[in-house]
């Protein structure tokens, strides 16, 4: 099932190749630069899913992660961190903030699609059981 | 002369030497002040130390009150009258404290009042023993100061540490992502050439990426950052998920890589990550150095009463010399070159491996005939 992806990152090669491989496997990125106009865009847009960077300018991802998970209006869209924080520790900090997954950068573009995908809602059931 | 009168100036005469014996090690005592003061807080005796460490001369001193080594705060705040109160009612008093020497400079000293009193108890003054510390606490004060800036050392270590793992992994983010995708052919399709080519730069760039994990794993190690979560662990499960990870690298190389499964309820109480780390390390070199044939986990109980558990991670690969046997669990060494073995290493996972088994209470250890095979076995939880 195709699903609206918004992607917050301010590393530009980053957003494009992670846009690239969500459109390849038919979904539709939408994109944000740093983390205000990525929560902005997430309460415009009610994405179905939002990939979010950590180290992110203006406000940053775990900031984000609470705001979001502290708006009830927003709190069920699906937030999976994407960061090259990737040392001991962080994946934990990463869930403790309020994001519901996480993944280490370097990516493996073979299976990033998939991974994301398992935190999409299930088709017509109950938003955030994903 | 009679025998008493004599007795008398014998005892007489050991009385005076007596005293001046004790006279001459008071004041020829150097490294302490060493001064009595009479009740209300007037000296009344003066030794050399007292002359060396506060400055005044005998006969500059005697009678004056004792509050003239006191600093002005301490003055103000009713110190001097206070200290002879508490060494009166208790006995003595002892504190740590700056006093103030004749040419107005400070020092550091350490100060023991003692009240003196006669027979029938009434107070006859005051003995003061007073010692300079000023080098002692300016060596205090300097450790003090070496320690802070050693810990703000060791937190911009670790703070380079994060950043750099961070600003390393971002490029890597577009190199290893662009080179997946177009060898996925998302872009279009590709010539044998291009295939092989983008392969090598996505070989080399999963062999940074390797080197950048083991070297800050190392440095972890090396600043004690490495955490130890004890927890019940099946061993079979770490086995699997082991097993699940290197099989597409052991398929490509058209090896068997399986598992001799152990029994459900072999359970060691360890660090999950550790101990798949480990054993992802030992498997994953099993794979790099063995061209065909098996590469086999095996778990069993080990040690008195089954109190232990070794893990076996055999292959049937080039297998180690003798004479390499001793350089296998050092940093940065790489064995198996001349044999042609995959160089994409760091020369650090077994070095890496034998640290963490440590940490975890156990270690790993080989045996191994050369162009045979190797078997690497850690070995957990020995008494």
Redesign the interface.
């Known amino acids: 099932m195709a699903a609206r992806v918004l992607v917050i990152e301010d590393?530009r090669?980053?957003l494009e190749?992670m846009s690239?491989?969500l459109h390849?496997f038919g979904h539709t990125p939408l994109e944000a630069y740093n983390g205000l106009d990525g929560l902005e865009a997430i309460r415009r847009e009610r994405p179905d899913l939002v990939i979010c960077d950590i180290?992110l300018p203006k406000l940053d991802g775990y900031a984000l992660a609470g705001r979001a998970k502290a708006d009830p209006e927003i709190r069920d869209i699906p937030l999976v961190a994407v960061t090259?924080?990737?040392?001991?520790g962080d994946r934990d900090r990463a869930i403790r903030a309020g994001f519901d997954g996480y993944l280490?950068?370097?990516?493996?573009?073979?299976t990033f699609v998939q991974e994301i995908e398992r935190y999409l809602p299930a088709p017509g059931g109950p938003i955030g059981q994903g | 002369v009679t025998e008493l009168h004599v007795r008398q100036v014998v005892n007489e005469t050991a009385l005076r030497e007596s005293e001046e014996r004790f006279r001459l090690l008071v004041e020829g005592t150097r490294d302490y002040a060493i001064f009595m003061l009479d009740t209300t807080g007037h000296i009344v005796s003066w030794n050399a130390g007292a002359e060396r460490i506060n400055g005044y001369a005998h006969d500059e001193i005697i009678d004056r009150h004792f509050s003239k080594f006191y600093t002005e705060e301490d003055l103000a705040d009713g110190k001097p009258a206070r200290e002879l109160k508490i060494a009166a009612a208790t006995g003595k008093y002892e504190e740590e404290g700056w006093r103030v020497r004749k040419d107005g400079t400070r020092f550091w000293s350490s100060v023991l009042i003692t009240a003196l009193r006669d027979e029938s108890g009434r107070l006859r003054g005051f003995g003061k023993v007073t010692r300079d510390l000023t080098e002692r606490r300016r060596l205090e004060q300097s450790l003090l100061e070496k320690n802070a800036a050693l810990e703000s050392a060791l937190l911009a270590k670790d703070h380079f540490l994060a950043s750099m793992s961070h600003e390393l992994r971002t490029p890597l983010n577009a190199i290893l992502g662009y080179t997946g995708t177009m060898l996925m052919k998302l872009p279009g399709p590709l010539n044998a050439e291009q295939e092989k080519q983008l392969r090598t730069v996505q070989a080399g760039a999963r062999h940074l990426l390797s080197l950048i994990n083991d070297l800050l794993d190392l440095a972890r190690l090396n600043s004690g950052k490495v955490e130890i979560r004890r927890e019940p662990v099946a061993a079979r499960e770490v086995m699997e998920e082991v097993a699940r990870t290197l099989r597409p690298i052991a398929m490509a190389k058209g090896l068997d890589l399986s598992i001799i499964p152990p029994a459900e309820d072999l359970v060691v109480t360890t660090d999950r990550r550790a101990l798949s780390q480990i054993l992802l390390n030992l498997a994953n070199n099993a794979c790099k150095f063995t061209e065909q044939g098996t590469i086999r986990l095996e778990a069993v109980r080990d040690g008195l009463a089954g109190r232990a558990v070794a893990f076996h991670v055999s292959d049937t690969g080039i297998g180690i010399r003798d004479e390499d046997r001793a350089r296998l669990f050092q940093a940065f060494v790489q064995l198996g070159r001349e044999e042609g073995g995959d160089r994409n290493g760091s020369g650090l996972g077994l070095h890496l491996s034998q640290r963490l088994a440590e940490l975890l209470g156990g270690r790993i250890t080989v045996e191994s005939e050369f162009g045979r095979g190797s078997r690497f076995t850690l070995t957990l939880g020995e008494d």
Do not use: G
Not at chain 1, 104 to 110: C, M, S, T, V, W
């Open positions: 590393n090669p980053s190749l690239y491989l390849a180290d090259a924080l990737a040392l001991v280490a950068k370097p990516i493996e573009p073979e």
